[in-house]
């Protein structure tokens, strides 16, 4: 992969070599801090760097006690939590659980957590695994307005939302009918009514075709399985409607004025073998109409799957080849496209080729052309594509007409001038549109860049998750982290600043400057139905077998020293943490009854169980409170 350039490029990228060989010295010299030192970095591994000024990002390292200016939503990959970064600093500050039960929180432990996760007739879990993908935050204007995060699990189809008040998942929805199910966007502004200027729906692809519905038949016909483009309400999280299409979803992205949503498209073959999926040469990104859609839903043009009563609109290529009726549209792109970004001047969806080595830029406003008619072929909305480098997937955006790929055979991120990029595709052969390439270590999937995907991208950061990080940190094992790292891309040049590690497998990520979240650092009791607001409240309150148990902490004690219960008796304890002093957390353990969770300032959680082990048990606090913490306890006698 030595010298590899795009054919408009005049020199050669550094070679790849010399570049790994002083990579790994310059690992060995500074692995051991977090985040590598900028001047090693700045030497070895951007050598095309050397030089160049060095714009206004400032250093990546903070001094104790300073607070970072951004943060990052990162998703937290198989422990299906989403982790709340501060950036530049790369520190992690909270794990937000979702979709797989946390030890510490006691999200799938509490009654509260687990309503929300989802649970089987008999009151255990319906799901303890995830695999999460994608974070986007809801909108207001084209940029983040601090409401709500969303973050998919590819593995059972759940979309979950997370309050940015309280940092919390608050919502979980299962999508019906779709397996896969991987690219997510919030809309950014209703299609139809002005004053609805910011989200009100997320979209959700999902990548497997399956039979429909999905029962037993028809398994052994794969080419007539099928997928689905799904829209739930941001705020109720039910699903609204469902698009049946040709081909699947993966990426999923949202214009600035609301009229279009798309998706790219791997697998237009319908193949069920990997080989049937990359036999075509070109694939699609398929755009749909939202305001036709959902007059389509209205007006009772759907039908309905299995047991699902989502109304299900038919958006297959046959029955949409007439624009001025058309639901959705297929815009062809090269061999098994995998991002799809929306540029932030609102014009472009930028494709990223994957098995192609090429970038294709879409204008929005011929794809509404076509749609009122006034275009005779979709693919004229294509106004560039062109090569980038090996395995292009994901881009970002600086704010300033660049767009920033990520290549992962070529290990690079490239930056590229989309205006010169539609001016080459045009015939002019003299515009420049790759700017700059950078090394990364090794194999990036996403890349985003501070604020990057709204209308005030300020092209100060870029952060790329690399999936490999072979030397990069010291030896674990087999299981190596994967390699999160930032670049400075406020000026001319890229500049490596930093590596990660972090544990495998987060994908996408969005950075947004932290004025834009107004987080509350203390509950109020009301939020809790539940919630005991005075001590004199407690105690244990018995109905036949089922018992509830009403106790408060205020450090060190809680409000009940010791509870008795019957063995068999079905205990509900109640707790809710009075102590509204920022910071102060209490947990509360039962040993031999698996519970352990914690109650914030003001917070009231509960669990539920069956006291089925007779004895003493000394229940404690788990979160270190006050200097009597570890006196803090209360016994639970459970009686023979
Ligand atoms: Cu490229 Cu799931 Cu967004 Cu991974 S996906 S990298
Ligand atoms: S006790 S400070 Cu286990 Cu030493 Cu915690
Ligand atoms: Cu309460 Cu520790
Ligand atoms: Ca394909």
Known sequence: SQGKKSPNESAPVTGRRRFLNTAALAGLSVGFVGCTDKTAASTSAAPA???????????????????????????GGHTGDLRVLGLPSGREILRIPCFVPDALVGWGITNESKKIMGTKPDGSLRYTVGDSHHVHASYKDGNYDGRYAWINDKINSRLARI?????????????????????????????????????????????????????????????????????????????RWQVLIDGNCDLTATSYDGKLAATN?????????????????????????????????KDGKFRTVGTSKVPVVDGTRANNADPKTALTAYVSVPKNPHGVNA??????????????????????AKVLD??????????QAIVAEVELG?????????????????????????????EAAIKFHAGDKTAKYVLDRIDVQYQPGHVNASQSETVAADGKWLAVGCKFSKDRFLPVGPLHPENEQLIDISGEKMVLAGDHPVRGEPHDFI?????????????????????????????????????????????????????????GDEVTLILTNLDKVEDLTHGFAIPKYNV???????????????????????????????????????????EA
Request: proline content about 6%; overall charge negative; aromatic content about 12%.
């Open 49 to 75: 760097a050397s030089g160049a000024s060095h714009g206004e990002a400032s250093s990546p390292h903070l001094k104790p006690g300073e607070l970072d200016t951004y943060y990052g939503l990162w998703s």
């Open 163 to 239: 309050r940015l008040d309280y940092f919390v998942c608050d919502k979980i929805t299962e999508l019906p009918n779709v397996q896969g199910f991987h690219g997510i966007f919030p809309d950014k502004r209703d299609p139809v009514d002005p004053a609805i200027n910011y989200t009100t729906r997320v979209f959700c692809g999902s990548e497997f075709q399956i039979p429909l519905p999905n029962q037993g038949q028809g398994t052994d016909k794969t080419d007539q399985y099928r997928s689905m483009f799904t829209c739930v309400d941001a705020e109720t999280m039910e699903v």
């Open 265 to 297: 498209q791997y697998n237009v073959e319908n193949g069920a073998r990997y080989e049937d999926m990359m036999s075509a040469e070109r694939d699609a990104c398929l755009f749909f109409n939202i305001a036709r859609i959902e007059q389509a839903v």
């Open 343 to 364: 540029s932030p001047d609102g014009k472009y969806f930028i494709c990223a080729g994957k098995l192609s080595p090429t970038g294709t830029v879409i204008e929005l």
């Open 370 to 379: 076509w749609f009122d008619g006034k275009l005779e072929k979709i693919d």
């Open 390 to 418: 090996l395995g292009p997937l994901h881009t970002a955006f600086d704010g300033r007409g660049n767009g920033y790929t990520t290549l992962f055979l070529d290990s690079q991120v490239v930056k590229w001038n989309i």
């Open 511 to 567: 950075i947004l400057k932290r004025e834009l979240l107004r987080p509350k650092q203390v509950y109020a009791l009301d939020d809790f139905p539940l919630a005991v607001k005075d001590p004199k409240e407690s105690g244990v309150f018995r109905s036949g077998r089922k018992v509830t148990v009403k106790m408060t902490s205020l450090a060190p004690a809680f409000s009940l020293r010791e509870f008795t219960v019957k063995k």
């Open 596 to 638: 352990n969770f914690i109650v914030n300032p003001l917070e009231t959680a509960s669990v539920t169980f069956i006291a089925d082990q007779p004895g003493v048990f000394w229940c404690y606090c788990t979160h270190f409170c006050h200097a009597l913490h570890l006196e803090m306890r209360t016994r639970m006698i459970v």
